[in-house]
């Protein structure tokens, strides 16, 4: 720093100068300024943010109830075609060819769309339906339940951070 009366070099922070001896300017200290990392803010879309943004174990656990739900629909659908052949139509394949139509289409329901009214409604429907094959057939129809279980999970997961998200445009930290 100069010295404003004899122009002599001063270094800095000392309050006269080291050749003439008048005061030195003031000069104002800044602050170090801090470097904040800004947060990352998007507009992504929903399927964006779901395989960038969301856990693994959220989206697993849709996809592995999507294709238990899946199977399941398919086995009964067989079980429900072999019923007929012997049987006829009869009150019993109706009743299990609207319980797979219905559990198939909620099922699509929260696999494409990830909807968490779908998979809640499958978990209630499947319990249902299993609580009605076990007191009327005898029998145990659980896999549609822990599907819809998961699909719950995941849904719910996949939902509260998509929330999230939307309302405070807040990218979370992103999963690799």
């Not at 000392?14 to 507009?43: H, S, V, W, Y």
């Not at 086995?75 to 006829?88: N, P």
């Not at 219905?102 to 998979?119: E, P, Q, R």
Request: net charge positive.
């Amino acid at each position: 720093m100069k010295c404003n009366h004899c122009g002599y070099d001063v270094p800095r922070g000392i309050d006269f100068c080291t050749n003439c001896g008048e005061p030195m300017p003031k000069i104002k200290e800044e602050a170090p300024q801090l470097r904040q990392e800004p947060k990352e803010t998007a507009d992504i879309s929903k399927k964006e943010f779901i395989s960038g943004y969301v856990p693994h174990s959220a989206r697993l656990a849709v996809h592995t109830g999507a294709i238990l739900s899946y199977l399941y629909s398919l086995l009964y659908l067989v079980i429900v075609a072999m019923s007929v052949t012997i049987d006829g139509i009869t009150g019993r394949n109706m009743l299990f060819l609207a319980a797979i139509l219905l559990l198939t289409l909620l099922t699509l329901g929260f696999h494409i769309k990830k909807s968490v009214l779908c998979a809640v409604v499958v978990t209630l429907t499947a319990t249902l339906f299993t609580i009605y094959c076990i007191a009327v057939f005898h029998e145990v129809t659980v896999i549609w339940i822990c599907a819809g279980g998961l699909a719950t999970y995941g849904t719910a997961k996949i939902s509260g951070l998509w929330n999230q998200y939307s309302r405070t445009k807040q990218l979370p930290k992103r999963i690799d």
